[in-house]
């Protein structure tokens, strides 16, 4: 696998789409336009066929067997593990753990190194910007223990107040900030670094949401220094089913096992059981070989583009977007403008409902979300019920945005002009 | 789409029937669809084993302000037993919009909050 950080072409957008068989379908009889890859992303023929190949070709269970096709299975599995190590830059491959997606990824750690490690009076500190799967698991544990939970506000922009993060770092109790590196609401790249640093100082650690940002950018947790790191291989067009939570070694070796039985164990006794190493300990269970081949696949269709590439091509339609649709009247954008915004588009029109909106754009064939998109304590501090969200990836051109703008517009026709 | 979106649903949303409560109503009730935040609440005068007046406040989508308009006028002065039959296809009927599976919720929350009020029925209505 090659591993390209810099854009050595220009971005062909057009031969990108022809790999992704979805995207040669209408909707509502009218040419797709797939905005909602936040949500999540299609997939590309590579993907498609490394599962179907698996499945017809290589199939068994992994690590039980000593046949050729079950020897077949696991080489692949773990072949696959190194791939997403090298994706991320993870020291060492035992410390990517294959999980359902970054919802569950959350959930082992707050369950795993939360029950263990906080008690009452410890702080954890969220963010505003949380999806909820980076706020409920904490919640519960919080209320297990008697930890507080503390919030960083954002500001006007969308950006993290990071006087409030080093403000709450200072009380001294804060035992763990866990915080998104990419908003899927407002598009807002979180400064993880910096955050990862001040955390450190204040001796506490920090579990970071990548599910938005891993697909999109390059990220390497050991330059962000990150303890914890999740993503969803659904997002970056990989299958779902598979996700991958990192750890630091020492941190995931003194933790406790999240769910136990199979696969997990070194010696089960009839009263006791001792575990088996890393990754093993936190894979309990027949693991999904398939989609764990699959999300290696997309890793490297990803890193074949080049993030950097990745990352203009967002650039280029985010602001090709937000410079139509800030034309439109009575529309109100939500999200930082600069450096630090993905390829995500919030957005609400005076007078019309983000559910009208999306039903107005489906019927051009815009596929869009409206609603919390999960992250309910955002919108009551943006104040609105729903925000309707276009979001880009590297199948999306100019064309998708166009047909966006022209559907916008469409909604103004339909209910701007009778709301005056 | 323009179907979804008929003038008749844009009348009820932008100029909505009975919209606004009744100061010490007989019943009250408000619900959310959660799907989408619409949020809907009815207050009903009886009189005679008939509504008197009906009034309904809330926000959310046009589909879901809408029907709860269109709903109040078709019960105000009925019979509460009367009411008690009114279907979730009845109220789907009286839109006549093509309503995707998707929007049912927010088309059928007004009868929803009516009927949970009126009878503490708090099932979303069944649709075939
Ligand atoms: C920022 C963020 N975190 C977490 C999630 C949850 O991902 P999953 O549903 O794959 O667990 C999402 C996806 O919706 C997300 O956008």
Redesign the interface.
Known sequence: MTHQTQSQHTFDSERVRADFPILGRTARGKRLAYLDSAASTQKPQQVIDAINSFYSESNANVHRGVYELSERSTELYDQARGTIARLINAPDKRQCIFVRNTTEAINLVANSWGRENLKAGDTIVLTMLEHHSNIVPWQVIAQQVGAKIEYVDIDDAGRLRMDQLRELLASGSVKVVATTQVSNTLGTITPLKEITSLAHDAGAIVVADAAQSVPHMQVDVQDLDVDFLAFSGHKMVGPMGIGVLYGKRDLLEAMPPYQTGGSMIREVHLDHTTWADLPEKFEAGTPSVADAVGIAVAADYLSEIGFASIREHEITLTNYALGQLREIPGMTLFGPDGEDRAGVVSFVIDGAHPHDIASILDGEGVAVRAGHHCAQPLMRRLDVTATARASFYIYNTEEDVDQLVSAVETVNSIFGRRAS | ??D??RENI?EHY?NPSNFGTIDAPDITYEDTNP????RIRIDLRIADGKIAEIKFSG?????SQASASILTELVDGEDLDAVRELSAQDILDELAIPI?PA?VK?ALLGLKVLKAGAYGITDWPETE
């Open positions: 789409m323009a979804l979106y844009l932008q799907l989408c935040g619409d926000r959310g989508c046009a589909i995707s929007r927010c």
